[in-house]
């Protein structure tokens, strides 16, 4: 069974750095676009970025513009956040998603994506 597993989650300090990674145990992405989405305390679930199988990026939001980074790297089946300059307002449970490899484009409302992991906590303190 199909299973998106993020890690790299945790607590770190404003102004620091996080990375996490998104990967599907036994199943193999490269042909998939895969997105990064958080929740927020309080808040609804939001898009971030997605990149599709030939590296294109859709930014969802301004606010993680310059400091977030989506990649992927097929040889090692992993998709990345980099999350620079983070600040208390990202805190949340970050959340990675997949959509069917029919799709070649990331889509326009990442809240149709096919599949979800369960997400991973990070926690910005000021």
């Known amino acids: 069974q199909l299973q998106l597993v993020e890690s790299g989650g945790g607590s770190v300090q404003a102004g620091g750095s996080v990375t996490l990674s998104c990967t599907a145990p036994?199943?193999?992405?490269?042909?998939?676009?895969i997105g990064w989405l958080r929740q927020a305390p309080g808040e609804e679930r939001e898009g971030l970025m997605c990149?599709?199988?030939?590296?294109?990026?859709?930014n969802y939001v301004d606010s993680v513009k310059g400091r977030f980074t989506i990649s992927r790297d097929n040889a090692k089946n992993t998709v990345y956040l980099q999350m620079n300059k983070l600040k208390p307002e990202d805190t949340g449970v970050y959340y990675c998603?997949?959509?069917?490899?029919?799709?070649?484009?990331?889509?326009?409302?990442?809240?149709?994506?096919?599949?979800w992991g369960k997400g991973t906590l990070v926690t910005v303190s000021s």
């Open positions: 998603a997949m959509r069917g490899a029919q799709y070649i484009n990331c889509p326009r409302d990442p809240s149709v994506m096919d599949f």
């Open positions: 036994g199943f193999t992405l490269d042909r998939n676009a």
């Open positions: 990149i599709d199988r030939r590296g294109d990026i859709i």
